[in-house]
């Protein structure tokens, strides 16, 4: 039986060390790590490498399932995918591990209030920025596209397709820039 260990960070300014210490303490003989978000398991080349690399009677290792999973339906689908190979999951500073009953139960429990908590950040930075709006504060990102030279070429009689082209943008945008002038009721 391995005992193999996953860290990940969300950001590449956070620090993996003091994970990987906990996880080296709980017996880890291989430790893969990774700074990535834990909101989805796209693009999570360490994780998919620890779930390919387990076999029968391994052991997931993490510190806490939020550094696993942020979504219930995440959390579940590596834990089917470890059950499926005969592995299970402990968390070092959790009361989890997927071998027992009561392990499994405090898992799931543990899951809602991780992706509760994930759903509560997002509806306050939605509120944040609704907020920093209504007093001017926010006003979204810097325009990136010189629309004035998208209403010149309009006026220059070039269609949507050779504005897009020569301005280095979709058509779609052009349409919106366009469709933008037409509301605000200019010619």
């Known amino acids: 039986m391995a005992r193999v260990g996953y860290a990940r960070v969300s950001t590449t300014d956070q620090d993996l060390s003091t994970e990987v210490e906990r996880l080296r303490a709980a017996g ?3 430790i893969r790590s990774e700074k990535i ?3 989805t398991r796209h693009g999570r080349a ?3 490498s620890v779930i390919e690399f387990v076999r ?3 052991e997931l290792v993490v510190t806490r399932i939020d550094r696993l999973a942020r979504s219930i339906d995440d959390l579940q689908d590596i834990v089917r ?3 499926r190979k005969g592995a299970h999951l ?3 500073d959790q009361p989890i591990d997927t071998s027992t009953a009561a392990g499994k139960a405090f898992l799931d429990m543990l899951a809602v209030f991780a992706e509760f908590e994930t759903n ?3 509806e306050r930075q939605l509120e944040g ?3 920093a709006k209504a007093t001017g504060v926010y006003r979204g990102g810097k325009r990136r596209i010189d629309r004035g030279a998208v209403f010149k070429m309009r006026d220059d009689g070039k269609g949507p397709t050779e504005i897009a082209e020569t301005l280095g943008m979709s058509r779609m945008h052009v349409y919106r820039i366009l469709h933008e002038l037409h509301r605000s009721g200019a010619p």
């Open 28 to 30: 880890c003989e291989i």
């Open 37 to 39: 978000t834990g909101t």
């Open 46 to 48: 360490e994780l998919a």
């Open 56 to 58: 029968r009677g391994d």
């Open 81 to 83: 995918e470890l059950k």
């Open 90 to 92: 402990r968390a070092a």
């Open 120 to 122: 509560l950040r997002r």
């Open 129 to 131: 920025i609704a907020r």
